[in-house]
Each structure stands twice: as structure tokens, then as C-alpha cells.
């Protein structure tokens, strides 16, 4: 079983930056993502990262965002830089489902943490 936690959130003006931090417990390494989720909408993925550190993004935060991740603390982070209204959304952390090393794993979700974007 795998627990996360984000931290980070909070408010920020409009080209702010905020950095999002997801810690890790339990065993395995697994590919991580985050994910936003604003008020009616559904929950959308704003970043991947898999265990050897390929990284995939919206193309709503190309350029603005960067996930990272560091294996032997077990955290991933998202370096959120020129924020927009529009990011403005509770950020879930998330182990993806999926095989690994012949197992599979269910994913897990953090609790999530909310950013938001307003001067």
C-alpha cells in the first residue's frame, strides 16, 4: 500500500509560482502523476513522470510547469511558474495503477491540495 501527501498549495498571484511537493510511503517505485480537478470540471491529468524520469504534460502547462522526482526520498514534485486564474483547481498527487515487475498495482490517490490564482 502506498500513502501520499501533497503540500504546497495555496494562493498566489497571477504570474506567481508555487511548488508542489508529494511524499511517498510504502514500498515500490511506481509512475507518478498529478492531476487537477476545478470546481464542475473533471479531473484532468496536469503532468506524468515514470519511474526512469520520461515526463509528459498538458499542453495547457507546457512550458510553465515541470515535474521531477527524486527515488531515493520518494517525493515528486510540480514547479508551477507564470500561474494563471485558470490553474486555479485542488492538485491530486497519484500512483498510477498499473504492472510492475510482474504485479499489479491498484494506484493511489493523495488527499490534495488546493492552488489558487487571483490577485
Known amino acids: 500500500q502506498v500513502r501520499l501527501v501533497e503540500s504546497g498549495g495555496g494562493l498566489v498571484q497571477p504570474g506567481g509560482s508555487l511548488r508542489l511537493s508529494c511524499a511517498a510511503s510504502?514500498?515500490?517505485?511506481?509512475?507518478m502523476g498529478w492531476y487537477r480537478q476545478a470546481p464542475g470540471k473533471p479531473r484532468e491529468l496536469v503532468a506524468g513522470?515514470?519511474?526512469?524520469?520520461?515526463?509528459n504534460y498538458a499542453d495547457s502547462v507546457k512550458g510553465r510547469f515541470t515535474i521531477s522526482r527524486d527515488n531515493a526520498n520518494n517525493t515528486v514534485t510540480l514547479q508551477m511558474n507564470s500561474l494563471k486564474p485558470e490553474d486555479t483547481a485542488v492538485y491530486y498527487c497519484?500512483?498510477?495503477?498499473?504492472?510492475?515487475?510482474?504485479?499489479?498495482?491498484?494506484?493511489?490517490w493523495g488527499q490534495g491540495t488546493q492552488v489558487t490564482v487571483s490577485s
Open positions: 497519484t500512483a498510477k495503477s498499473g504492472y510492475y515487475g510482474g504485479h499489479y498495482f491498484a494506484g493511489s
Open positions: 513522470i515514470s519511474r526512469v524520469g520520461l515526463t
Open positions: 510504502g514500498s515500490g517505485t511506481y509512475d
